[in-house]
């Protein structure tokens, strides 16, 4: 399979302060028609390494490179060209769609900077691509349900058929029957498109139901990456055999309070652990 | 014994009339969880703002009662209906960055919140406060006391969320999807502290969650489009869901799980 996207040894810093390496010597590759998962709980920097490989935020060290090309090592022109191949979808559509724009207006505006004749025939495609009528183009953001929105905000990623789609918590402000509406759509597009998807979320339900592979940060550092199943059912690193630990499944019955407790400590533990 | 809260004939309407909730009724005893599960617009989150008073504007109780420790709430003044929150009921939401005030040190809120309700001084208010944040097991309480809301993690602000909503030994405790923006451990340990620090409170637990709900809740009411279409405790409900709309939660969120089902 073709390498589509790879991060080499990428490490990140927020400066202001304390020079706090937000992500560590992290490297990972995606291939054609793949989904990668970064898990990882709150503040291990997985979304920093995704701002970094869309180019939202600048590496310390490392590279980013999209079909073997180092995406800060090109003339600056070629280098937002390829960073248009790169496209990211958000948790929270209302962030990230205008509300004074018409859905149109919002799907349009991509596709005019791409240099599309025809912007109008192509809305309506988009629209249908995500399975949405094509006459909610006329409509604004809040009069979608918070589904339709997430769906529109993917048709606008989509809009220039981009190599990767970074999605970044795409279905935590949804409900499950929508999240898992969304997911089937996210597999559908993928297999037409061929587009590969680096899915960054803390809900590892999700996260078996959408990766191929998945990869486990913790503390800046990836620590576990491999084949879905792997990792989820047979973790071999101690982070991450806590997370399995900790997820909740409906006909688990009632949470041991000391076992809870427990898997506290150990995290607690974890984290003051020299890395 | 008389529950600690008990709901009859709930409706909940828009100001022209269009009913939002309907006919909702349930009791929570003492030591109790009850889970209240549904989709966004369910009318979940309504039900719990009706019983603390904190509609939304536009939006009003339209039928039934609410008896808090056997007080029919409706016989409060508006302020006195208000004063509820913080002293009888305890609040948790999801997000408590966009919940606590963003200028406000968490100490500062505790302190008001226990002088406020307790008519103690100021530097006794400080000491529970942050035995409060002890009791949250924040590694150091007095650091989240001095802190902004925004200086902590997603899973310290929640602690002190859940110590302010429990500064006050409130009867009824609601916490509005407490851990949805979590990820798997901190939900876990968030959850085991509300079960811990409920004591001989009651919670309501309101949740999209079925894994959060069955992990916590000792009875669950399905609500959809405004009524509670079933009721029953966790398992069985699970097991046994009679209405399409409980079966269809229950296959969405089982389908999301895979096979893995965690001892």
């Given at each position: 399979m073709s390498v589509v996207l790879e991060a080499n040894a990428v490490s990140v810093s927020?400066?202001?302060?304390?020079?706090?390496?937000?992500?560590?010597?992290c490297s990972i590759l995606i291939c054609a028609r793949e989904t990668l998962a970064l898990v990882g709980e709150s503040g291990c920097g997985k979304s920093s390494l995704a701002r970094a490989i869309c180019g939202i935020v600048p590496i310390d060290a490392g590279s980013i490179r999209l079909h073997g090309r180092d995406l800060d090592n090109l003339p600056r022109a070629a280098t937002r060209a390829a960073r248009r191949r790169i496209q990211m979808v958000f948790q929270d559509p209302d962030a990230s769609l205008n509300p004074r724009h018409r859905i149109g207006a919002i799907l349009a505006e991509p596709l005019e900077v791409a240099g599309e004749r025809n912007p109008a025939r192509r809305v309506a495609e988009l629209l249908d691509l995500v399975q949405l009528d094509s006459a909610l183009a006329a409509r604004l953001p809040r009069e979608l349900s918070g589904g339709q929105k997430q769906r529109v905000a993917i048709a606008r990623a989509l809009a220039v058929e981009p190599d990767v789609l970074v999605a970044d918590e795409p279905l935590a402000s949804l409900d499950v029957a929508t999240a898992a509406a969304m997911i089937a759509l996210l597999r559908e597009l993928q297999q037409r498109l061929s587009f590969a998807v680096l899915f960054i979320s803390h809900d590892l339900a999700a996260v078996r139901q959408l990766a191929d592979r998945v990869a486990v940060m913790f503390r800046g550092r990836i620590v576990e990456c491999d084949a879905t199943a792997r990792v989820l059912d047979a973790p071999t690193n101690s982070y991450t055999k806590l997370l399995a630990r900790a997820v909740l499944h409906p006909l688990a019955g009632k949470l041991d309070l000391n076992a809870a407790e427990a898997l506290d400590r150990e995290h607690a533990l974890l984290h003051t652990t020299d890395t | 014994m008389s529950p600690v809260l008990e709901v009859a004939g709930l409706g909940i309407g828009l100001d022209d009339g269009t009913p939002l909730v309907q006919d909702v009724a349930f009791a929570v005893a003492a030591g109790e969880v009850l889970g209240i599960v549904g989709e966004s617009g369910s009318g979940k989150s309504l039900t719990a703002f009706a019983i603390t008073g904190l509609l939304p504007r536009g939006i009003q109780q339209t039928a039934g009662l609410v008896r808090l420790q056997g007080e029919d709430l409706a016989m409060l003044t508006p302020a006195g209906r208000r004063a509820l929150a913080g002293r009888r009921i305890g609040m948790v939401f999801q997000d408590p960055l966009s919940s606590f005030?963003?200028?406000?040190t968490v100490g500062s809120m505790l302190v008001e919140s226990a002088v406020r309700h307790r008519s103690i001084r100021a530097h006794e208010a400080r000491r529970l406060g942050i035995e409060a944040l002890q009791c949250v097991r924040l590694a150091e309480p007095e650091r989240a006391f001095d802190a902004y809301p925004h200086e902590l993690s997603g899973g310290q602000r929640q602690r002190a969320m859940i110590a302010l909503a429990s500064l006050n030994e409130p009867a009824l405790l609601i916490a509005d999807e407490p851990t949805t923006a979590l990820d798997a451990t901190v939900q876990l340990q968030i959850l085991a502290l509300l079960k811990r620090r409920l004591g001989q409170g009651a919670l309501l637990l309101i949740t999209h969650d079925l894994g959060v709900a069955a992990s916590l809740c000792d009875r669950l009411l399905v609500m959809q489009r405004g009524r509670v279409i079933e009721h029953g405790e966790p398992q069985f409900l699970l097991h046994h869901a009679q209405h399409p709309y409980t079966r269809r939660l229950r296959d969405a969120a089982l389908a999301l799980h895979g096979a893995a089902v965690n001892a």
């Open positions: 927020y400066t202001r302060g304390r020079g706090v390496h937000a992500v560590r010597d | 005030n963003p200028v406000r």
